[in-house]
């Protein structure tokens, strides 16, 4: 019996800096085996505020972790930073599905401050909202300006590997902590997925999401070395920033409140960050994928003396992980 379900090989990528990209495959009883990973810090020059501005820099360090993981084609899930993507949650009469994706791409313009030919979108109905005899779809919508996504497609398809699926990073990570949990958090729960100077957050109720919002803290390159006390400095003055980005949560939903924040990424593994966000944001703070999940229920690690360095920074993971769970919600 074959491992994988298909013989198609699974490339998973989440552009950011730093760059990280996962090879695996999937098995018949839908776990994802890892077989490869790479890591690569890049200039800061080449990726800034989401926007790649390098494409041959990044082509090639894909193609040196192509020819490492011996890798010449396969279907590519991708992730890009979520700094310029734009996400607008309405209510729109229901119809089907069919319709409702026919309906607003004529309306586009009333939410999106870009012009329909400029951008890539996609929209998820989240919710069906009932008043009396008035249905209606809670809808999602999420675009990007084809600016921002064109170079990195481009830099995908030049590596002869098919862009299968572009998603949102924060989304993906979103999926891989949701997938680790036996259940849904009650109440309004801040997914933070963050890393280095980067934050980008979703607030969801139950399991629908409210709120979209990312940051970052521009002045602060992660790569410079400072001394304890700047960082210090420098960690209060990133909270804070998050801090202002959760407030206009509660100017969009003043009768509002959020109940719990659920941190990933790499910053999820600095005590001083989560200490400080509890305190700051003033709510009960976990860090995910914790102790208690049992990440061996979601993969299959076949990365030989690399198991134990991916496991020990799996907050970090995340996001390509996230992509090859994408129809598991």
Known sequence: MSLFSSEVPILSIEFG??????????????????????????????????????????????????????????????SIPAQNVIVRFFNF????????????????????????????YDIQVVSLVERGDIKESR??????????????????????????????????????????????????TIYLYTHDNVAEFVVAKEN????????????????????????????????????????????????????QAIVTGSNAKNKDFIDLLEAILNVNTEVSPGSSVNINDLLVLNLKKQDKEFLGDIYSWVVPIGLFFWERL
């Not at 200039?43 to 040196?64: A, F, H, M, T």
């Open 17 to 78: 800096n730093p760059l990280r990209v996962i090879f695996g495959g999937k098995r018949k009883d839908k776990k994802v085996v890892i077989k490869n990973f790479a890591l690569e810090t890049l200039p800061p020059e080449i990726i800034q505020g989401g926007q790649l501005n390098n494409s041959d820099y990044l082509l090639e360090v894909l193609k040196s972790i192509l020819k490492r993981f011996k890798l010449k084609s396969g279907k590519t899930l991708i």
């Open 93 to 120: 009469p229901y119809m089907p599905e069919e319709e409702l994706r026919e309906s607003i791409k004529w309306e586009l313009e009333r939410y999106v401050p870009l012009s329909p030919e400029d951008i890539n």
């Open 139 to 188: 809808v999602m919508l999420v675009a990007v300006p084809k600016e921002v996504l064109s170079p990195y497609l481009d830099v995908v398809k030049k590596l002869n590997l098919d862009p299968d699926l572009v998603d949102v990073s924060v989304f993906s990570a979103v999926r891989t902590v949701i997938m680790n949990r036996k259940d849904i958090p009650k109440g309004n």
């Open 208 to 259: 629908q999401p409210l709120f979209f919002r990312s940051t970052v803290m521009e002045e602060w390159n992660p790569q410079e070395e400072v001394d304890d006390l700047t960082k210090s400095f420098m960690l209060e003055d990133f909270v804070r920033k998050i801090q202002e980005a959760v407030n206009f949560f509660y100017m969009q939903f003043p009768e509002e409140h959020i109940d």
